[in-house]
């Protein structure tokens, strides 16, 4: 083909317009006649004629067709999908691609319009990736490894906002919950061992938090009865102190049991005895005693038990050697707090062995009581 193939079929008058049939309007390479190319008008209405201008910079005669081409930006959409067209910074020489609006995104005018309820967030890609260190893990795997700290008066809550921690003010702790604070054993479930702060504040003790108290009965202070009254005599070189001889006893006061008591527990009652004289004869020595206990509670009538236990004085014991003798257990079930009790020590005839020669010092009745509070609520209530 040459260019003498291409007929002219209209000339206007003067010379001012020339028109060319779309189909004998082709362009060809100067390098390969066989690369051409011929423009195609029938897709406009019939009555029309539709203008293009150039821009003011070289360009890809590929953007023509597209509604919007202004300055060397070349800002394209296309109305017949919603897609947008980008190029590279090259202005001379520009190469387009087009970026197709995905589901959840419209294309109106000039404006990309986001639609949020169909981007889903776990539909992103990398979710699972571990790729930010400086962050702790929901699933605790990462262990915090350096100093947390919480600004100002902001709560650290657990299950519900009745039940957390924080700092109400500098220098303090605050550990609250609607129900009770508890610190004990367990990293998992209920603790078995724990001591128990209740919402109105009082601290209650649990399992092994549990601790012994002793209530005293001392014997200095005792009334002694007119036969078989223990010996007021020299104990240290400055104090005195009752010693008994087989058969004497001695009447204590009465005392009320302590506020803090753990209500139906025992009470384990025992003797505190020094030795008068050491033991050098070659072989054990025994002292035996009884204890008798009057008790009763609020509004009941007294009531009494007794407990028999024996000491054995070993070979080489020295002279004012103190001991803890065991007596027994003292079942208080239904007692509560008011409750009175009362002792008499008595030493009373060896059985085990050899009797221990000479008197013996009994310095106190105690009766070891479980604690699980610090003291009752009320007054008489626990």
Do not use: C
């Amino acid at each position: 083909m040459t260019i003498e193939d291409f007929k002219v079929i209209r000339q206007r008058a003067g010379g001012a317009e020339d028109l060319h049939s779309d189909a004998l309007f082709i362009l060809f390479d100067d390098a390969d006649i066989t690369k051409q190319s011929l423009f195609q008008l029938s897709g406009i209405t019939t009555g029309n004629r539709l203008t293009y201008t150039l821009p003011g910079s070289t360009a890809d005669l590929g953007f023509i067709g597209l509604p919007t081409v202004s300055g060397p930006n070349l800002e394209m959409s296309d109305p017949g999908a919603d897609r947008i067209l980008f190029w590279d910074d090259d202005a001379t020489n520009p190469k387009p691609n087009w970026l197709t609006v995905g589901t959840g995104l419209d294309l109106t005018d000039t404006t990309l319009t986001v639609d949020e309820s169909a981007v889903d967030h776990g539909g992103l890609g990398g979710l699972t990736d571990d790729d930010h260190t400086i962050y702790l893990l929901a699933d605790g795997t990462r262990n915090l490894s350096d100093d947390l700290l919480v600004v100002s008066t902001k709560k650290i809550n657990f299950g519900d906002t009745a039940i957390g921690i924080y700092s109400q003010a500098d220098t303090f702790l605050d550990l609250f919950a609607d129900g009770a604070v508890r610190i004990g054993d367990s990293s998992a479930g209920a603790p078995t061992n724990y001591s128990k702060f209740e919402a109105d504040g009082t601290l209650e003790f649990n399992g092994d938090a549990v601790v012994f108290n002793d209530l005293q009965f001392p014997i200095s202070n005792a009334k002694v009865p007119a036969a078989n009254a223990p010996t007021w005599q020299t104990f240290t070189t400055n104090t005195n102190e009752y010693g008994f001889a087989v058969n004497d006893f001695i009447d204590s006061q009465a005392n009320e049991t302590p506020h803090g008591w753990k209500h139906d527990t025992v009470g384990h009652v025992h003797l505190h005895i020094t030795t008068k004289s050491a033991n050098a004869t070659g072989s054990d020595r025994f002292a035996k005693f009884t204890v008798w206990i009057a008790f009763a509670d609020t509004g009941e009538t007294w009531q009494e038990t007794s407990f028999t236990a024996e000491l054995t004085i070993p070979d080489g014991t020295a002279a004012l050697e103190q001991f803890n003798l065991d007596m027994g257990d003292l079942s208080l079930i239904g007692f509560v707090e008011e409750s009175e009790i009362r002792a008499r020590p008595k030493r009373i005839a060896a059985t085990g062995g050899t009797e221990y020669s000479g008197e013996i010092f009994i310095t106190q009745v105690g009766i070891h009581m479980e604690h699980d509070t610090v003291g009752s609520r009320q007054e008489t209530v626990k």
